[in-house]
């Protein structure tokens, strides 16, 4: 019997947890760097995590195309493209915080179609298609649902970086910031998560590829929630994403995102 897409996509996630998490605390783990004048990391867990959902891909995927963070593209010809990130927040990573994630998404030319977030540490796995918004984990299974938050007031606002990017997207962040409820750093895709789960209303971030931002658009959507770029438009190709959990909220910081 031909296996679902979404059974493919559990079975590429609980492949990556197999080889990643020995790796997690480990003190025999190091990261290379692969910036010259910055830092930007990448271990053997990185590494051995898309090798191992490449591989269950070959077996069962192999008409469609890949798109992953560590190793060279593969072109499909099916039109659809799996894209993976293996570890997204390697900072985290490395410094032992639970934050990082497996992130999984399948996509046709007119974005994700099918999301996957799974964190191995903590046994959390978030899942969203069309038909489908789910999280297991040690409390079971449960339905993915957005919050009803519409006022930036009432709001608590997440983004990965303090600096966020450039010097004008960060005052722009600010703007949101300064008026919101609460505003954490530091949560990578956890926090996309968590906008699906029902506890945050937003996500702001810039500077993104596409394997850190086609699986939370899925999972997020699924929810109930919304995501686009700055402007308002598809944010599937990376660069600048709003996730927010639902339209009023997501109106509301677009409007001072883009205050002159």
């Not at 915080?97 to 978030?126: H, K, M």
């Not at 996309?192 to 500077?207: M, R």
Request: with cysteine; charged share 20%.
């Amino acid at each position: 019997m031909t296996q679902s897409d979404l059974d493919v996509a559990r079975k590429m996630a609980d492949a990556a947890r197999e080889v990643i998490l020995p790796h997690f605390r480990n003190p025999s783990t190091k990261a290379d760097n692969k910036l010259n004048g910055g830092f930007d990391p990448v271990t053997v867990a990185d590494r051995a995590g898309e090798l191992a959902m490449r591989a269950v891909l070959a077996s069962l995927r192999p008409e469609d195309g890949v798109l992953g963070e560590e190793f060279d593209n593969t072109e499909g010809v099916s039109g659809r493209t799996w894209v993976l990130d293996p570890i997204d927040g390697t900072r985290g990573f490395i410094s032992g915080t639970p934050t990082w994630g497996v992130l999984i998404a399948l996509s046709n030319e007119t974005g994700p179609i099918l999301g996957l977030i799974d964190q191995p540490y903590t046994s959390e796995r978030f899942e969203g298609t069309a038909k489908h918004a789910k999280m297991f984990g040690p409390h079971g299974t449960r339905q993915l649902s957005t919050r009803s938050t519409r006022c930036i007031e009432d709001a608590i606002v997440f983004t990965t970086f303090p600096e966020v990017g450039t010097l004008d997207e960060r005052a722009a962040f600010e703007r949101v910031s300064t008026q919101a409820k609460l505003t954490r750093y530091g949560m990578d895709c956890y926090a996309y998560a968590l906008v699906a789960s029902g506890t945050v209303d937003l996500v702001i971030e810039a500077g993104l590829n596409p394997y850190d931002i086609q699986a939370p658009i899925a999972v997020v959507e699924a929810a109930g929630g919304i995501v686009t770029n700055w402007q308002g438009g598809p944010a599937h190709n990376g660069g600048q994403a709003i996730a927010a959990a639902n339209a009023d909220i997501h109106a509301a910081a677009l409007e001072l995102l883009n205050a002159s």
